[in-house]
Nanobody
């Protein structure tokens, strides 16, 4: 099982970024996928957004509702996170994994992609 995140960067407050995650080592279409983030100085990752199989259900943290959109491409085994209206509190390392409201497997994380939002 492998996750490779990309697309992070440094943007000003109000800016946008699109994160991508390439997944491999499992049957992608059979699993919900999600994005987590780890804020600076915090040990735990928080759930940002999840997408069910067939994209028929999505869920978002209250702090990102209306600003972030999760999507998936089952043909490419990829999941995306479109982020707009970025705020400094969105700063952190973003990770994708399998699972909808909690990680499907313990300990399976990619290297993450850094998002920094300056005020």
């Amino acid at each position: 099982v492998q996750f490779v995140e990309s697309g992070g960067g440094t943007v000003q407050s109000g800016g946008s970024l699109r994160l991508s995650c390439a997944a491999s080592g499992f049957t992608f279409i059979d699993y919900a996928m999600s994005w987590y983030r780890q804020a600076p100085g915090k040990e735990e990752r928080e759930l940002v957004a999840g997408i069910h199989i067939n994209s028929d259900l999505t869920n978002y943290a209250d702090s990102v509702k209306g600003r972030f959109t999760i999507s998936r491409d089952d043909a490419e085994n990829k999941v995306f996170l479109q982020m707009s209206g970025l705020k400094p509190e969105d700063t952190g390392v973003y990770y994708c994994t399998a699972g909808y409201s909690k990680p499907r497997w313990i300990g399976y994380w990619g290297q993450g992609t850094q998002v920094t939002v300056s005020s």
